[in-house]
């Protein structure tokens, strides 16, 4: 079992229960402080776990390292953990004033900081507008260049206080979250890659799981739940030759089985005690035998 994202450990510790005596389990996380506290925290465990400090887009490569050619389930809870949000200090909160990085991975080049003082006034509008869905990019993203013509912006307070002073006041005054909010998430996605590992992360992971093995994937915005959809949707497709044609003379064949049509989210007990998961949604898959795999069995 692979647990791409393994946070707090709170799904290694439980994925563990299950899958021991027998199981295999390997955690990764791309950040190294999550990586430290699962190997204290999973210590009881040691000898069923191999945890590695790398973003899950490099799995193929993890698993040839350890000699591992399938796997019978992928897991991935994105976004943040409770520690990179409270404590980690890197400013991926705006209700503290922290400094303007808000990488996963440390020993990344590209911070928020770098983003935000070094792009051109259209990429900074793109990146609020795409990965924000901020309606007032084009403010705010004038606001930062009109600002850091006479200092470098290097704090999440510095920011803030740009984008209240972008947002219209009417427009603050009505909306249920801060002004703040869409273009600290657009800002995060756009220094961890987000959209784009996920998307190329997924086309591997499938070929990586044993035949009936499963991919769990939870988001927590509708640009990543939008790629896992797609992305399942198009590997779970039949050949339309049928349409057309009386008989199939193409190669396609669907790789997955989705599992649940509708997605899986928290019950209202769930979200009052774990607020968290509110914006949660689980998708899975089930990886289909291949015409090789069913020869063999
Ligand atoms: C929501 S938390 C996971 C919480 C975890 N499931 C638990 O039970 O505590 C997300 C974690 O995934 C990690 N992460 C996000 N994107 C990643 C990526 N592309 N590669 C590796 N780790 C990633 C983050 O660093 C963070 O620690």
Same mark, same amino acid.
């Given at each position: 079992m692979v647990d791409c994202t393994l946070g707090g450990g709170g799904h290694a510790a439980a994925i563990l229960e299950k899958i021991l005596p027998g199981g295999l389990f390997l955690g990764i996380d791309q950040d190294i402080k999550a990586i430290e506290n699962a190997r204290q925290v999973l210590q009881a465990y040691s000898s069923h776990i191999y945890l590695v400090h790398d973003n899950f887009v490099n799995l193929p490569f993890i698993l040839s390292r350890i000699d591992i050619g399938a796997v019978d389930g992928i897991l991935v809870d994105l976004g943040l953990s409770l520690y990179q949000i409270k404590s980690s200090g890197r400013g991926f909160t705006f209700s503290e004033d922290q400094p303007l990085d808000m990488r996963m991975n440390t020993n990344n080049a590209v911070t928020a900081a770098a983003i935000v003082n070094e792009s051109e006034k259209e990429t900074l509008e793109v990146i609020f507008r795409e990965y924000? @869905? @901020? %309606?007032w990019a084009g403010r705010i993203a004038a606001k930062i260049v009109e600002r850091r013509r %006479?200092?470098? #912006?290097?704090s999440t307070g510095e920011l803030v206080d740009i984008i209240s002073g972008a947002v219209p006041k009417a427009a603050a005054a009505k909306s249920r979250i801060h002004p703040a909010t869409r273009v600290f998430m657009a800002l995060r996605i756009a220094v961890n890659k987000e959209l784009e590992v996920l998307d190329a992360f997924l086309d591997s992971a499938v070929d990586l799981l044993a035949p009936h093995g499963r991919i769990a994937v939870i988001s927590f915005h509708s640009l990543e739940d939008r790629i896992v959809k797609h992305r399942f949707r198009d590997m779970a497709e039949t050949c339309k030759c049928s349409k057309e044609l009386p008989v199939c003379v193409c190669t396609h064949k669907p790789k997955?089985? #989705?599992?649940? %049509?509708k997605p899986v989210r928290p019950s209202e007990e769930e979200v009052r005690t774990?607020?968290?998961? %509110?914006s949660a949604v689980m998708r899975i898959a089930e990886k289909l035998p291949t015409t090789e795999d069913e020869e063999e069995m």
């Open positions: 924000g @869905e @901020e %309606r %006479r200092s470098e #912006i290097v997955l089985k #989705i599992v649940a %049509r774990n607020p968290m998961s %509110r």
